[in-house]
T-cell receptor, first 115, second 113 residues
Framework: NAGVMQNPRHLVRRRGQEARLRCSPM?????VYWYRQLPEEGLKFMVY????????ESGMPKERFSAEFPKEGPSILRIQQVVRGDSAAYFC?????????????FGPGTRLTVL | QKEVEQDPGPLSVPEGAIVSLNCTYS??????FMWYRQYSRKGPELLMY????GNKEDGRFTAQVDKSSKYISLFIRDSQPSDSATYLC?????????????FGRGTQLTVWP
């Protein structure tokens, strides 16, 4: 049973470019969460999605960041016009339907470097 | 004041020692408490998950929650070099922020042989 998958594992972008991060939840999971981890800091919540719905985006910057979880395919976190401060590890987590939403299983992360 | 406080360490102990890791929090609405282990450049791995106050034991790991003091702990018995990692506490209130976890910044642990 494959775990949460994220790709790419490493992504390098120049300032002003777009970054697209993908997350495939565990089989049978319908809840997806994105977190950001800056150096020497814990994980910070960004957004919580279910299929075709954004449930909570209170942790996501209002500008340049967007997320989606379409009916088919992976969840996408999109960062437009990246800046150096966006350099971080971005983790996706998933949880199954019908259980306490706190049981989240994490992927290996995408490490974004902005030059 | 941060919602979840965790001493980042680093903590260094000899193999076989008992390790105690702790977090404090300010939000009395937190009901679910978790400990994750994160190896270098990997994703967090769920270790322990508890609801409300009390103890939970799983092998060499024991999680304790004291809601009256807003304090949670993770104990590792007979620590091994393979336990060397960063340990993150996390919590949730399941309220309006449905599904959102609040993390401490993590404690870096090294167990030397």
């Amino acid at each position: 049973n494959a775990g949460v998958m994220q790709n790419p594992r490493h992504l390098v972008r120049r300032r002003g470019q777009e970054a697209r991060l993908r997350c495939s939840p565990m089989k049978g999971h319908s809840h997806v969460y994105w977190y950001r981890q800056l150096p020497e800091e814990g994980l910070k919540f960004m957004v919580y999605l279910q299929k075709e719905n954004i449930i909570d985006e209170s942790g996501m910057p209002k500008e340049r960041f967007s997320a989606e979880f379409p009916k088919e395919g992976p969840s996408i976190l999109r960062i437009q016009q990246v800046v150096r401060g966006d350099s971080a590890a971005y983790f996706c987590a998933s949880s199954p339907p019908g259980t306490a939403p706190s049981e989240q299983f994490f992927g290996p992360g995408t490490r974004l470097t902005v030059l | 004041q941060k919602e979840v406080e965790q001493d980042p360490g680093p903590l260094s102990v000899p193999e076989g020692a008992i390790v105690s890791l702790n977090c404090t929090y300010s939000n009395s609405a937190f009901q679910y408490f978790m400990w994750y282990r994160q190896y270098s450049r990997k994703g967090p791995e769920l270790l322990m998950y508890t609801y409300s106050s009390g103890n939970k034991e799983d092998g060499r790991f024991t999680a304790q929650v004291d809601k009256s003091s807003k304090y949670i702990s993770l104990f590792i018995r007979d620590s091994q070099p393979s336990d060397s990692a960063t340990y993150l506490c996390a919590m949730s209130d399941r309220g309006s922020t449905l599904g959102r976890l609040y993390f401490g910044r993590g404690t870096q642990l090294t167990v030397w042989p």
